[in-house]
């Protein structure tokens, strides 16, 4: 049997052992996914341990497949092997090495030797840029997370409550800071709370404050979806009542607690500051007009009970979040690939992104910098236009954008949400992320969707 060899390395700005001791914290497996890969993590076993036990189910299309491997040749600190005991290779080995340098720095090496099964011997080369794809996609996740950990490092592991974390947002940040180091409570609505979790229930105004004693911090995500319906006065009530509610709800729980949590990161949008055309804005800029406008403004008010009580206290206004787990990119990607895509209007109207990754690190940052309070932008620092967009969008994937969407039609399509979100927009800047020193992964949309795609 012919076993082929990948090797890629890659330079950590850690030592060694805390490359290591990343990859054997909680959540290490689901950085490491691409998200271009349908990958479900089923059973986990062990850490990485010798004799741990990983079992994943991969799906293509309507098809699925089995993949169990099995840890070995531990070596703490240094390395450790995966090697498959059922799954699509002949033969699988995956060795994970981190090498220290005399500078406190690590090299990280993936080594993969596989044998493909005899009837996919033909896509040898396919299969080695699919590696090369996927190995790059996951040394950068791994060297930048290590970096935005390092760049907090003053501050000991926090424990850190999250409402909202099975969102877009809230369930990428779980596994990013459990393998930081950190503690994480999840809360969760009564009646499915998992091990480890604080009960909540928003509408009914309870929460388990008892659950949230020893928290360090919490980060408030939860609130029904802005862009997943058509605005009827019943969807724009809910939108209003679960975010100004569920925030009053939390802050004032955490400001009644006899040992308070030390922070409160509560999400909020760039929607606070209302369509303004080509002006550019930062967080000093007055707030705008509209439903969204309004919404934003009542729902930072009622995080006031945290402030007064002495909580530190953080709105972090979030832009498009880009993802491919969810979001406006995920919706918009498929008809972009067919070549369907095109600009929304005149397609002048600003656009203000941030990758998921960078706004996972801007939670982060806020969490850990004590200077950082009050209104934050949670953008990346080059806004585009939505034609603008459209056309790097259509560079990555390789596709024409020539099939654009009149006003009328994403009118017809969207009612009012059309003309808050997608026909007019902000072009907001991260001025306070940037002042107190936050370094962005993704600065440029490019660089953030070829990431994202693997491009």
């Not at 930062?282 to 402030?307: H, I, K, M, N």
């Not at 706004?359 to 806004?383: R, S, W």
């Not at 020193?437 to 491009?455: C, D, N, Q, T």
Request: aromatic share 6%.
């Amino acid at each position: 049997m012919t076993r082929e060899v990948f090797v890629r390395r890659e330079t950590l700005s850690v030592p060694a052992d805390e490359a290591f001791r990343w990859h054997e914290r909680p959540g290490a497996f689901e950085r490491l996914v691409p998200p271009w890969e349908r990958i479900e993590l089923v059973e986990e076993t062990g850490g990485v341990r010798d004799g741990a036990r990983v079992v994943l189910r991969m799906h293509a299309g309507p098809l699925s497949l089995r993949w169990v491997a099995e840890h070995e040749g531990y070596t703490e600190g240094r390395e450790f092997r995966d090697v498959q005991v059922e799954g699509p290779f002949r033969d699988w080995e995956h060795t994970h090495r981190m090498e220290p340098r005399a500078d406190g720095t690590s090299v990280l090496e993936d080594r993969v030797e596989y044998a493909l099964p005899f009837a996919a011997r033909l896509a040898g080369g396919a299969m080695r840029r699919r590696l090369e794809r996927t190995f790059a996609y996951r040394q950068r996740t791994t060297r930048d997370d290590l970096a935005a950990h390092a760049a907090t490092k003053g501050r000991t592991s926090m424990q850190i409550a999250i409402t909202g974390a099975s969102g877009l947002v809230g369930e990428t940040l779980v596994v990013f800071l459990t393998t930081g180091g950190h503690g994480v409570r999840r809360l969760v609505r009564a009646g499915r709370k998992p091990p480890g979790s604080v009960a909540w229930d928003p509408d009914a105004g309870t929460i388990d404050a008892a659950g949230l004693d020893g928290t360090d911090a919490v980060v408030h995500l939860a609130g029904e979806g802005i862009a997943s319906g058509r605005w009827t006065d019943e969807r724009k009530r809910r939108i209003r009542e679960s975010r100004v509610k569920g925030t009053r709800l939390v802050a004032e729980t955490l400001a009644a607690m006899p040992r308070k949590p030390r922070v409160l990161v509560s999400a909020s949008a760039v929607g606070f500051y209302g369509a303004r055309g080509d002006e550019g804005l930062d967080e000093s800029s007055a707030p705008g007009t509209g439903f969204l406008a309004d919404v934003c403004g009542e729902w930072e008010r009622a995080a006031d009970p945290a402030r007064a009580a002495g909580i530190r206290v953080v709105h972090l206004r979030f832009g498009v979040v880009l993802s491919l787990k969810g979001g406006a990119l995920a919706k918009m990607l498929t008809p972009f690939k067919m070549g369907l895509g095109g600009r929304l209007g005149s397609g002048a109207q600003w656009m203000s992104w941030i990758s998921l990754d960078d706004a996972i690190g801007a939670v982060l940052h806020a969490l850990a910098n004590d200077a950082v309070a009050g209104p934050v932008n949670a953008v990346a620092p080059n806004p585009v236009t939505n034609a603008s967009f459209t056309k790097t969008l259509g560079g990555v994937l390789g596709r024409p954008t020539i099939l654009p969407m009149p006003a009328f039609a994403a009118r017809l399509a969207f009612g009012e949400m059309a003309d808050h979100l997608l026909l007019t927009g902000q072009k907001v800047l991260p001025r306070r992320l940037l002042e107190t020193g936050y370094r962005f992964r993704h600065p440029s949309l490019e660089e953030a969707l070829r990431h994202l795609m693997g491009r």
